[in-house]
């Protein structure tokens, strides 16, 4: 069955480390989203990718990087500029970005403890 | 500015007992999401309508496009109905979901 794994389901870093939290889709999906939940706030976008090499910026994306090489793959870096890593982090897909009658397609979630 | 609100926050209802979510948002859309969250935390995505309508089970997500407001109904609630329910609203003219707060819904067996 097609859909996005997210790895691993739980992490601690130190302060001061980089950790890279990994997404990985297998439904040929073009756009790649991540998320980050907070409690008592809704998901923020933090960077979304439209094709493969391609990604922008979304409303949260200090602190963090990202890289499309390839379709499947949609890997975020929490670098140690982010002043308040923890949180849950959510990988979504969608099969185009531009056409909104394509809904998301979420994956499980990680879950960075910064300690 | 684009904003999305849901009501309540927090909903404890005994099983059988129809409920009922809201979702009202500030400008106009192009689509609306209904989504759950699991204690677990993955979500799954429910309905996106952008007009009238849909139902799927005991779900049924409705859409009044000139009031700006959506409703997500759960008939003969289930303990296992207990979950977030997230409504999401792509505004008309961006790329991206504004996403609410959640609403909290315990049914107790």
């Known amino acids: 069955d097609g859909g996005i794994t997210q790895s691993p389901k739980y992490l601690f870093r130190k302060e001061g480390q980089n950790v890279t939290l990994s997404c990985e889709q297998n439904l040929n999906h073009d756009a790649m989203y991540w998320y980050r939940q907070d409690p008592g706030q809704g998901l923020r976008l933090i960077y979304y990718s439209q094709i493969v090499n391609d990604f922008q910026k979304g409303d949260i994306a200090e602190g963090y990087s990202v890289s499309r090489e390839k379709k499947e793959s949609f890997p975020l870096t929490v670098t140690s500029a982010q002043k308040n890593p923890t949180a849950f982090y959510l990988c979504a897909s969608s099969l185009d970005h531009r056409h909104y009658n394509y809904g998301y397609t979420f994956g499980s979630g990680t879950r960075l403890t910064v300690v | ?95 991206k979901y504004i996403f609410g707060t959640g609403t909290r819904l315990k049914v107790l067996a």
């Not at chain 2, 849901?6 to 209904?34: D, R």
């Not at chain 2, 009238?52 to 409705?62: M, S």
């Not at chain 2, 759960?74 to 977030?84: E, F, G, N, Q």
């Open chain 2, 1 to 95: 500015k684009n904003e999305v609100e849901q009501s309540p926050q927090n909903l404890t209802a005994q099983e059988g007992e129809f409920i009922t979510i809201n979702c009202s948002y500030s400008v106009g859309i192009s689509a609306l999401h209904w989504l759950q969250q699991h204690p677990g935390g993955g979500i799954v995505s429910l309905f996106m309508l952008s007009s009238g309508k849909k139902k799927h089970g005991r779900l049924i997500a409705t859409i009044n496009i000139q009031e700006k407001h959506s409703s997500l109904h759960i008939t003969a609630s289930h303990p296992r109905d207990s979950a977030v329910y997230i409504c999401a609203a792509r505004f008309s003219g961006t790329y």
